[in-house]
């Protein structure tokens, strides 16, 4: 199985992600995460990611269409992964496509997790006092909330009209978003 969790900053796809791979034994390919490793790394890419990441901007098509493209590559995703974090822009959507045909695989579905903005900062605020991330500060968060509507949110469409779109509430517990999660994923 393939598929895309799409949502705005803190919506839950890393969280849901992490069940889903559980749950199918599938492979969650974070473009966070490999962001947050790079930055980890102090390379001059970490600095230059990290930079961007701050300002709540997106780090460029061209690195991350090369992270994903490598790391579809690897025998763990031979058999199905999940995507969190990308597609973020129409660029990168194309690119996804032209890798699945040539890996001459589909894509199941795109479950977008859908949440109210003034619940993502709540959310995002307590995250940046429990784990510490230095995206998550108000005025970031905020840069990344526009930069979901301009660049990102288009993409519902650009699945919709591919007929592979979920739509899903995603206030409530994680184990309520789960179990929604699971009931687009069986109709
Ligand atoms: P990400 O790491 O993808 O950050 P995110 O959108 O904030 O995370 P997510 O939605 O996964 O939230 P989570 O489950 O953790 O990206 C960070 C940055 O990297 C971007 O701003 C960008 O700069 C860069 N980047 C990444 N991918 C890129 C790309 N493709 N192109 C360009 N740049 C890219 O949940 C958030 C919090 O909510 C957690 O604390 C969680 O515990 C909590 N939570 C989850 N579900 C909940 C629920 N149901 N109820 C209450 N709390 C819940």
Known sequence: MRLILLGPPGAGKGTQAKRLEQKHGLTQLSTGDMLRSVVESGSALGREAKAIMDAGKLVSDDIMIRMISERIDEPDCATGFILDGFPRTRAQAEALDELLERLGARLERCVAILVDEDVLVERLLKRARIEGRTDDNEGTIRTRMRVYRD?????????????VLAEVEGLGSVEEVAKRIAAALDG
């Open 151 to 163: 660049q990102t949110e288009p993409l519902l469409d650009y699945y919709r009209e591919r007929g």
